[in-house]
DNA sequence: GCTATTATGCTCATTGTGAGTATATCTACC
DNA sequence: GGTAGATATACTCACAATGAGCATAATAGC
């Protein structure tokens, strides 16, 4: 086995937001009917791709017909047998993970939008605390913790899950959403990790599964995106170039996974310089809203422009 | 030419910090006298190591005797042609970069600490706006924004060199490192920068050099760390057990590069709980210090406990 | 003209931030 | 044993930002 024995994947996960729905696009693994969807993915072409920026554009372009705009590298995944080809003696396997931005779905043949949420319901607490959280992930964290050898361990354990799912007194943190992930994961409450030796018990969790680690690839391009809303002006990327309040609004709720005091926002956003209004208005429902437009040069008067979350939770 | 002619190599920025000065480890690439410093890498030894975390602590402590605490992983790089060796036909070359924090300068054979301003003078503003972007830079970025064909690229290009230097109104971001670093290389400051044919000439900005795009992610990680100290209190994988509120405050500044206010200091870090006192006080200089460590449970309390900077910089 | 619905304006208490002044307690040195 | 130099700590004040309300305005559909 030499060194290069290294296959190289470019994964991407692509989000739009329809229906103020943050959804991202998946493919069917493969020909089977009961097949998980995983994120759509390509190898580096090192013969034509001369950087991995303009590879990823390239296989999404050929692959699911959408020309992306935003995209940011999120992280390199390469730990041994993540991939089930591993196990059979085939290349190791190094997969690159991307966020991409799009404005709109673009529909393309073989292809679906899913919502996020789908595979993260913990997240989406717009409607109250996520039942999920309290139903199920809850109980089964206090066995988890009371379980723990020593009580030094059992402090550990009860920081982290306080720290991740907002238990207690600790406030929820919308963009510890890999945290979240990995806990359950270790716990077993994620489908994907349970071996296949273990049965076929059904899942304990709502929640779909995807292909390999792809849900934890999902779970990491959410949270950075959390994390990046509250210092650069990505949501921008997905909306028109004009919008109302509201809209962007509702926006940030659905990507954040939380409800907003719909006053301070637009205190915020107006007087932080983020938007300014361009004399026209939407009619829809009520009383007429004023159509906005980003105001790029926030980027000049402010260091971290961006949409903060309460502080408290 | 097959899909795994591809060659992993991980590359680390170790970072430790003495007497206020944050510096990295490097090493000389070769056994020319003129070699220029390069970062410590490894190849990725898929036979072995079973991770990608796993491999770089093993060949850290294997090449410079060094056992790292924090490591984080920053971002990987596979631009075609950033290694000299891909030119006559070798194998493409990605790069998977690290950050790592140790505690104190562990010393090994062949390897050296420098300072991590040597390579970026320009991010050094604790002795007022760093001279080198008054006297070189800024003339520079006029020279270029002046040189646009329309007047639209005129103020793309202003607007990029005030954002990223702070000229004009708007603040100077520390975070923001790498922007600078891209902006000079475009601009050809960056000794890198100048191909072997553009002749010998001398380094236009102060700033030593390193073999490859090492300096670029020197640069990234300085980015990084910047970023994170505002919302993770990884500082305290840089000091000791007990501290004293100056040691800690020179700490921060060292790696902003700014100056900070001594009594807001000590309140944010007071208040905020994310210290505590230990009763023991410290002797050296003048008045003894009190003793103060970092106190845990901030995490339960606050969702993103750190060190923020000024708004206005 | 009424109701439902969304938009927008304004207030208020509380907390956080930037910038000072003032005072305390050590060491070193004469 | 007194003073200069250095550092630590306490306290104040104006102002900005934040979280939470109440109140009013403008539309559509009936």
Redesign the interface.
């Known amino acids: 086995?030499g060194?290069?024995?290294?296959?190289?994947v470019l994964e991407a996960v692509i989000v739009a937001v329809t229906d103020n729905e943050p959804r991202i696009l998946t493919l069917r693994s493969s020909s089977h009917d009961d097949a998980l969807p995983g994120l759509p993915s390509g190898?580096?072409?090192?013969?034509h791709d001369?950087?991995?920026d303009r590879g990823l554009r390239r296989w999404i372009r050929d692959q699911a017909g959408i020309d992306v705009g935003y995209v940011e590298?999120l992280?390199?995944f390469?730990?041994?047998f993540r991939h089930p080809a591993e196990r059979d003696g085939g290349?190791?396997i190094?997969s690159?993970a991307y966020l991409a931005l799009v404005r709109e779905e673009q529909t393309s043949a073989g292809a679906a939008w899913w919502p996020w949420y789908r595979f993260l319901p913990w997240e989406d607490h717009r409607d109250g605390k996520a039942g999920v959280v309290a139903g199920v992930i809850a109980p089964a964290l206090k066995t988890w913790i009371a379980g723990a050898e020593s009580e030094a361990d059992q402090n550990q354990r009860a920081?982290r899950a306080?720290?991740a799912f907002g238990l207690?007194?600790?406030?929820w943190?919308p963009?510890r959403v890999l945290d979240r992930y990995e806990l359950l994961y270790q716990l077993g409450l994620i489908d994907e990790a349970r071996r296949a030796d273990e049965g076929e018990s059904s899942p304990i969790l709502p929640g779909g599964s995807m292909v390999f680690d792809h849900r934890r690839i999902a779970a990491s391009a959410l949270s950075r995106l959390r994390g990046k809303l509250s210092y650069r002006p990505v949501v921008f990327e997905l909306l028109p170039e004009t919008f109302t309040l509201l809209t962007l609004q509702k926006l940030v709720e659905a990507l954040n996974g939380v409800r907003l005091h719909k006053q301070n926002f637009r205190r915020v956003v107006e007087r932080g310089g983020l938007v300014e209004g361009t004399g026209r208005r939407s009619h829809s429902g009520g009383r007429p809203a004023e159509l906005y437009r980003f105001r790029?040069e926030v980027?000049?008067?402010?260091?971290?422009p961006g949409f903060g979350?309460p502080?408290r939770?």
């Open positions: 086995m060194p290069s024995d290294i296959e190289v190898a580096l072409d090192i013969a001369r950087t991995l590298q992280y390199t390469g730990d041994r290349p190791r190094l690159i920081e306080g720290v207690d007194e600790t406030p943190d963009v790029r980027l000049r008067e402010r260091p971290r979350l502080a939770g």
